[in-house]
Nanobody, 115 residues
Framework: VQLVESGGGLVQPGGSLRLSCAAS????????MSWYRQAPGKERELVAV????????NYADSVKGRFTISRDNAKNTVYLQMNSLKPEDTAVYVC?????????WGKGTLVTVSS
């Protein structure tokens, strides 16, 4: 299993970013996918989850109405569209899949929200 995130960077408050996570090594379309984030000095936080076919989405209260998770099963990719970014959204964002009882993680992509 390999998960590779991209799309992070420095953005001003109120700005937007779109993160991508390219998956390989497993049948992507069979599994729900998740985005987590970890800010400096804080515990890892579940941000969003999408079912295998994308029909159900769940979000942390802190990002509801601002972030949108989506997936393209033909491209084996899950996305996180982040709008109205706030300084408190600064973190390393990581995608994850639970497969056969094991959790797999990418290395993450850093998002910094600062003026």
């Amino acid at each position: 299993v390999q998960l590779v995130e991209s799309g992070g960077g420095l953005v001003q408050p109120g700005g937007s970013l779109r993160l991508s996570c390219a998956a390989s090594g497993f049948t992507f379309s069979w599994y729900p996918m998740s985005w987590y984030r970890q800010a400096p000095g804080k515990e890892r936080e579940l941000v969003a989850v999408i079912t295998s076919v994308g029909d159900k989405l769940n979000y942390a209260d802190s990002v509801k109405g601002r972030f949108t998770i989506s997936r393209d099963n033909a491209k084996n990719t899950v996305y996180l569209q982040m709008n109205s970014l706030k300084p408190e959204d600064t973190a390393v964002y990581v995608c994850s899949v639970r497969r056969q009882g094991m959790d797999y993680w990418g290395k993450g992509t850093l998002v910094t929200v600062s003026s």
